[in-house]
């Protein structure tokens, strides 16, 4: 199957800073790459959607002034959580479709702000 | 009610025995629909990936899609412990990329 990376695999930060979070497809181009969160035995909850050259499209809930996400090319997305504070601290999940439109997930990132 | 529901167990069987996963769901336009397999602190890994009713077959897994009942399934047969993970269910309405709407993942374990 596809390969999505995700870089890095854990970080640690302080409260008050940025933290960005970089999602790559290794063997294939993604039109379009998913940024998911996940809590301790919870399912995805998906943040928003990422299409290549355009602004990313965000689920009803989630700040877009706070995690901002970048989809510059067709192998790489970005999220970047701003001002993060203690209650940021989770597990995040990119994904990336194919031309065939399966999706693949990255190994996650997961981030904890002290 | 959740577009699509999935018993979150904790399901555990002994080694070899044959692994019987389901999903309903609400919204007759889902048309893909697709199995993840998730260990734990890992993103999700696909494991099938059909289109529409039917069987699907990929080694030990089979993936059953029954749009008429909104129900499917996914048989794990000679289940090992190395499948002992939690099995998510995906799906959309395709026709693009679209966002996946997820179960809430079963945990299953495989016992030695």
């Known amino acids: 199957g596809a390969v999505v990376s995700q870089h890095p695999s854990w970080v640690i930060c302080k409260s008050g800073t940025s933290v960005k979070i970089e999602c790559r497809s290794l063997d294939f181009q993604a039109t379009t790459m998913f940024w998911y969160r996940q809590f301790p035995k919870q399912s995805l909850m998906l943040m928003a959607t990422s299409n290549e050259g355009s602004k990313a499209t965000y689920e009803q809930g989630v700040e877009k002034d706070k995690f901002l996400i970048n989809h510059a090319s067709l192998t790489l997305s970005t999220l970047t959580v701003t001002s993060a504070h203690p209650e940021d601290s989770s597990f995040y999940i990119c994904?990336?479709?194919?031309?065939?439109?399966?999706?693949?997930f990255g190994p996650g990132t997961r981030l904890t702000v002290t | 009610q959740k577009e699509v529901e999935q018993d979150p167990g904790p399901l555990s069987v002994p080694e070899g025995a044959i692994v019987s996963l389901n999903c309903t769901y609400s919204n007759s336009a889902f048309q893909y629909f697709m199995w993840y397999r998730q260990y734990s602190r890992k993103g999700p890994e696909l494991l099938m990936y059909t289109y529409s009713s039917g069987n699907k077959e990929d080694g030990r897994f089979t993936a059953q899609v029954d749009k008429s009942s909104k129900y499917i399934s996914l048989f794990i047969r000679d289940s090992q412990p190395s499948d002992s993970a939690t099995y998510l269910c995906a799906m959309n309405r395709g026709q693009g990329a679209q966002k996946l709407v997820f179960g809430q993942g079963t945990r299953l374990t495989i016992n030695p």
């Open positions: 994904s990336a479709a194919t031309h065939t439109y399966e999706q693949y």
